[in-house]
């Protein structure tokens, strides 16, 4: 119930706005039309404004061409062939053919199939031509973007909600492998390879969510202040770093999970212990990324943070006895995963290493 409360205030103001854009789209669709031409206006200005707001302008295109497409497609069979079932499968497989010859859309074959349907299905009772069809859609289409426009919200918000879900399953992951470096679980170890795939699936949303983001401060530019954009675009900024990044911070932390998998099944000693509070460390580092995409979290402290992880997990090997394969392996990934923070944070990769050797030794004076 709690999270169910949490997912309605967290989109409250869209929910509202496409509710307001449907009904202001109908009105303007009846006055113009009448009732019987304002069925798409309203359906398109719902899509159009979209809980995941992103590419407002091209769905509202591929919308009045989805209407075009199986309007039209529906018109023709209608006048050579009448009414009916295998008439109406038959305008739908046209209207989705030419739609996916145009462009394989989700949106535009779903919409041209929607048009074809409704054309045979509703068309005969309502006295309405193919334009009137297309300019329903069309006012549809841009009640929402206007609509959207004048009010886009913070676009920064939905970044960081999908920033702090993707370093939080990354940070979950490093966790996981901390404990089961600390219990020696080798299930646990195993888990964490198991779970690795989350991050791909979080990282296209915030993807797309940057991409949406940026759509909503270029169309509401001249409603905010200058030093709001700034704040706005530096934000977008660092989120974009952190998507750049995905893929090297995706392999490092893969990297780990397999380094712990194989410490935990080779272990012949309870040393390798001492490594889980620099896991347990890079892992609340990682929870810092967001703090620091909103500005929150000064770029300086954010590397200091991960430096220290990288020096927890660097001089934990003086205190062990021996050396081991396994052992060097998880702390070069631990190495690697501080250096990878510290290029997010804009460092180019050779300052990110000195800045990794000054901090915590180079890798040829830790007896690796």
């Not at 009846?30 to 979209?50: C, D, K, M, Q, R």
């Not at 390879?193 to 270029?218: C, G, H, M, N, W």
């Not at 509401?220 to 995905?246: C, H, K, P, W, Y």
């Not at 392996?329 to 050797?357: N, W, Y």
């Amino acid at each position: 119930m709690r999270v169910a409360a949490a997912n309605v205030r967290k989109h409250a103001p869209l929910l509202v706005l496409a509710a307001t854009s449907a009904g202001l789209a109908y009105l303007i669709a009846v006055l113009s039309f009448g009732e019987e031409g304002a069925f798409f206006a309203p359906i398109a200005a719902v899509i159009v404004t979209g809980l995941t707001v992103g590419q407002r302008r091209r769905r509202a295109v591929e919308i009045a061409l989805g209407v075009l497409l199986g309007g039209a497609a529906a018109d023709v069979l209608v006048r050579v062939a009448g009414v009916g079932a295998w008439q109406l499968a038959v305008a739908v497989l046209v209207a989705v053919t030419i739609a996916v010859a145009i462009r394989p859309s989700p949106l535009l074959v779903n919409q041209a199939a929607v048009a074809a349907v409704v054309v045979i299905a509703v068309g005969p009772f309502l006295d309405v031509s193919p334009w009137i069809r297309l300019a329903d859609a069309v006012i549809g289409g841009f009640v929402a973007l206007v609509l959207t426009a004048i009010y886009p919200g913070n676009p920064v918000n939905a970044v960081v909600d999908y920033a702090e879900e993707y370093v939080g399953r990354h940070a979950a992951i490093v966790n996981e492998a901390a404990e089961a470096i600390d219990t020696q679980s080798l299930q646990r170890a195993d888990l964490t390879i198991e779970r690795l795939p989350e991050l791909k699936y979080a990282a296209a949303a915030l993807d797309d969510s940057v991409t949406a983001a940026r759509e909503r401060l270029a169309s509401a530019t001249f409603l905010r202040s200058r030093g709001q954009r700034e704040s706005a675009r530096r934000a977008l900024a660092r989120a974009e770093s952190l998507v750049i990044s995905v893929e090297a911070t995706a392999a490092t932390c893969r990297g780990v999970c397999r380094a712990v998998s194989n410490a935990v099944r080779h272990a012949r000693d309870p040393y390798d212990v001492s490594l889980s509070p620099a896991l347990f460390r890079l892992a609340r580092v990682i929870c810092l990324i967001p703090d620091w995409i909103t500005g929150a979290l000064p770029e300086h402290e954010l590397r200091e943070a991960a430096l220290k992880a990288a020096r927890e997990a660097s001089y934990a090997q003086h205190d062990l006895p021996g050396t081991r394969h396994t052992r060097t392996v998880l702390i070069m990934q631990i190495r690697s995963a501080v250096v990878d923070i510290l290029q997010l944070t804009g460092a180019p990769r050779p300052e990110a290493v000195a800045q990794l050797e000054a901090a915590a030794g180079e890798t040829d004076d830790l007896s690796l």
